[in-house]
């Protein structure tokens, strides 16, 4: 088991993901979309495991990350492990389950396949993948409770096998699907007791010397990745023929377009709604070019476009990442004008406080609820040289609830996904995009 020949996907030859799929999908726009949850799922998924990108040098946009998001760098696989083959370095919160993994080649001339960490690695795929999209995700990663299992039941159903099944070290098992474009859909499952593990067998904790072990501005965990594709159909029907997983939330361009674009948005979820997939696909013969164009065009097909985190205290984290925007951090979009904030206290008055309230507009934070809570969001520039990929943080306020054990948790979407403020975030990007258009006409003028 492991590699498979021919499992390189080019972005052509994926745009679609399913083009073969006939379907009669369409969509009902927000206010008639009726959230159901027939956990439907075929194959037991627990919750993300983690992200990993692919860049030029693991050790410096680890390190970037780091300093911005207030992640510490907590384990590592490199030439000084014993891995030849990548250098990859795992960010992880003080607390919490997020888990962001960055991954670079070394030379193969001396390199020692085995030494890999990642079983799945590929120097060639990993080259054509940083050519053509740049610093992006490679692998949304999911921990379920078999991997040969969601494999083989995937596959079975449509899923493209990108990665058969290994186990590692008899202690990990991991296997891999293509999900849209060139980003695989990894299984993570262990097969026993994995508490002396740092992350996945062949990695080692950082030295303290080496990463600021208490760095923290209360980033906790992932709550949604969300993908962009050329066509929405297609790959919603695919991913939900091999997961099983259900229609969470959609959105039209009636629904959180601008006068100038627009886009289409559905959310896919696993049973227990701990996993959330939104999907982007562009709404063309708009004043200007839809956003979701811009980014496919920019990443040359389908990819990740965004990552959710779920901070414990927005107002912390917010001012702890503005303070470094200037000095290597995370810059962040434009904020609202101050009519967005005029009429936030009869909106979300009985959630916030007076100071609260204050301290969203200082530090340009988005608020929208839905009928069952509350979501605080803001969103980060594009975090590499691309406009492409970006960061957003959120806070979701209510939707607590017990679990068959006593146990307290917060419903997976609490407070929606900012439909009130899309409008907001788009016009952001928009008047983002215009700047970079405006540089390139003078350029073009000037030549």
Known sequence: MGKLETVTTTSAAAADDSS??????????????????????????????????WCGDATNTARRFSWS????????SDLSTGNSVHASYLLRPVSGSLQFLFTAPYSPSISTPSSAAIPSFSTSTHRSFTTTHGLG??????????????????????????????????????????????????????????????????????????????LDYGIRRLDHAVGNVP??????????????????????????????????????ANNDETVLLPLNEPVYGTKRKSQIQTYLEHNEGAGVQHLALVTEDIFKTLTEMRKRSGVGGFEFMPSPPPTYYKNLKNRAGDVLSDEQILACEELGI???????????????????????????????????LKDGKGQVYQKGGCGGFGKGNFSE??????????????????QVAAA
């Open 20 to 53: 073969e799929l006939t379907t009669n999908f369409k969509l009902v726009g927000f206010k008639n979309f009726i959230r159901t949850n027939p956990r439907s799922d075929f194959f037991s998924v627990k919750s993300f495991h983690h992200i990993e990108f």
């Open 69 to 76: 998001l207030g992640m510490p760098i907590a384990a590592k």
């Open 137 to 214: 995700v490679r692998a949304v990663a999911l921990e379920v409770e078999n991997a040969y299992t969601a494999f083989s039941a995937s596959v079975s159903r449509g899923a493209k096998p990108m990665f058969e099944p290994v186990t590692i070290d008899e202690q990990v098992a991991m296997a891999e699907v293509h999900l849209y474009g060139d980003v695989v859909l990894r299984f993570v499952s262990y097969l026993k007791d994995a508490d002396n593990l740092v992350f996945l067998p062949g990695f080692e904790a950082m030295d303290e010397t080496a990463s600021y072990k208490e």
């Open 231 to 268: 066509e929405l159909g297609p790959v919603v029907d695919y991913i939900k023929r091999f997961t099983g997983f259900h229609e969470f939330a959609e959105f039209t361009a009636e629904d959180v377009g601008t006068a100038e674009s627009g886009l289409n948005s559905m959310v896919l």
């Open 366 to 400: 988005l608020v929208d609820r839905d009928d069952q809570g509350t979501l605080l969001q803001i969103f980060t520039k594009p975090v590499g040289d691309r406009p492409t990929i970006f960061i957003e943080i959120i806070q979701r306020i209510g939707c607590m």
């Open 425 to 442: 975030l788009f016009r952001s990007i928009e008047e983002y995009e215009k700047t970079l258009e405006a540089k390139q006409a003078n």
